[in-house]
Nanobody, 114 residues
Framework: VQLQASGGGLVQPGGSLRLSCAASGSIPGSALMAWYRQAPGKQREFVARIIPGGATNYADSVKGRFSISRDIRKKTVYLQMNSLKPDDTAVYSC?????????WGQGTQVTVSS
């Protein structure tokens, strides 16, 4: 397993969670890494990404609430999710792109409900 995601769970609306995705094997710590999510009955959608230079991009739906960061030495990318809403409920998967190869990790379930 080259991408290992963790940190999902059940949280109340307005709460916070931090997801982690640890890369291993041939994936460099500076690879482009991203988070995607898929809600039940919906297509997978982009959430956030961080490129090798450190610049970040976010989906409009999470701007101002989510923050992506990385620890290059640990080859780990994080997704800090604040002010969570029920619409954020989904399986969150991490993605990496390096040397022309795509990598997908297994998903972690995030459920926002009271």
């Amino acid at each position: 397993v080259q991408l290992q995601a963790s940190g999902g769970g059940l949280v109340q609306p307005g709460g916070s969670l931090r997801l982690s995705c640890a890369a291993s094997g041939s994936i460099p710590g500076s690879a482009l890494m991203a988070w995607y999510r898929q809600a039940p009955g919906k297509q997978r959608e982009f959430v956030a990404r961080i490129i090798p230079g450190g610049a970040t991009n976010y989906a409009d739906s999470v701007k101002g609430r989510f923050s992506i960061s990385r620890d290059i030495r640990k080859k780990t990318v994080y997704l800090q999710m604040n002010s969570l809403k029920p619409d954020d409920t989904a399986v969150y998967s991490c993605y990496a792109w390096a040397r022309g190869t795509e990598f997908w990790g297994q998903g972690t379930q995030v459920t926002v409900s009271s």
